[in-house]
């Protein structure tokens, strides 16, 4: 079957636009995550959504960064007034619930 | 919290040569533990995982035990192969028992 899927593979933005990233996990999937993995580092867990249900968000470095899942399908990364900072790969994984995860490929965001 | 210590690379074997990557945790409790892969070019994916003390994950060759004595669950694989070149991530789950906690990663390089 179809793994997960993240939209756009690569961006590119200047400093201060906002960009979204998208994610579509497995279908059938409750448990959503997303990391943020900086270049030759592990992944870092941003966030976690149970259906619709953002039930954790300790890892979000700041208020600019903001994700979604209103039909507790597909996910949305949204980060305003990006920094240089925030240049990294943001990979969306998927799981049944308390399952194994699932990687997407990854978004891959580099801020000038 | 739970974290997680992993053996620095790069590793540079050649083929057929044994490999172990050594990979300790600390946690509340005993958290699923996990080995992931990561390809060039590719995105993560799972390798093996062990979910109760003792237990022996294994796959394409790789073998784990989770070991709660010594709260290790070092990767190992009798004959390694140029193919095997990649970074291995070692993972438990957090407390919470939902996201995981990556190490830096280890580079393995096989030559022939």
């Not at chain 1, 497995?26 to 867990?45: K, M, T």
């Not at chain 1, 208020?63 to 979604?68: G, K, Q």
């Not at chain 2, 699923?32 to 294994?58: H, I, M, N, R």
């Amino acid at each position: 079957g179809a793994g997960v899927s993240q939209s756009p593979r690569y961006k590119v933005a200047k400093r201060g636009q906002d960009v979204a990233l998208r994610c579509d996990p497995i279908s059938g999937h409750v448990s959503l995550f997303w990391y943020q993995q900086a270049l030759g580092q592990g992944p870092e867990f941003l966030t976690y959504f149970q259906n619709e249900a953002q039930l954790d968000k300790s890892g979000l470095p700041s208020d600019r960064f903001f994700a979604e899942r209103p039909e507790g399908s597909v996910s949305t990364l949204k980060i305003q007034r990006t920094q240089q900072e925030d240049s990294a790969v943001y990979l969306c994984a998927s799981s049944s619930s308390r399952g194994t995860q699932y990687f997407g490929p990854g978004t891959r965001l580099t801020v000038l | 919290g739970n974290s997680v210590t992993q053996m620095e690379g790069p590793v540079t074997l050649s083929e057929e040569a044994f490999l172990t990557i050594n990979c300790t945790y600390t946690a509340t409790g005993y958290p699923s533990l996990f080995w992931y892969v990561q390809y060039p070019g590719e995105g993560l994916q799972l390798l093996l995982k062990a979910t109760k003390a003792d237990d022996k994950g294994s796959n394409k060759g790789f073998e784990a035990t989770y070991r709660k004595e010594t709260t290790s669950f070092h990767l190992e694989k009798g004959s390694v192969q140029v193919s095997d070149s990649a970074v291995y991530f070692c993972a438990p789950r957090n407390q919470a028992g939902t996201a995981l906690i990556f190490g830096k990663g280890t580079t393995l390089s096989v030559s022939s």
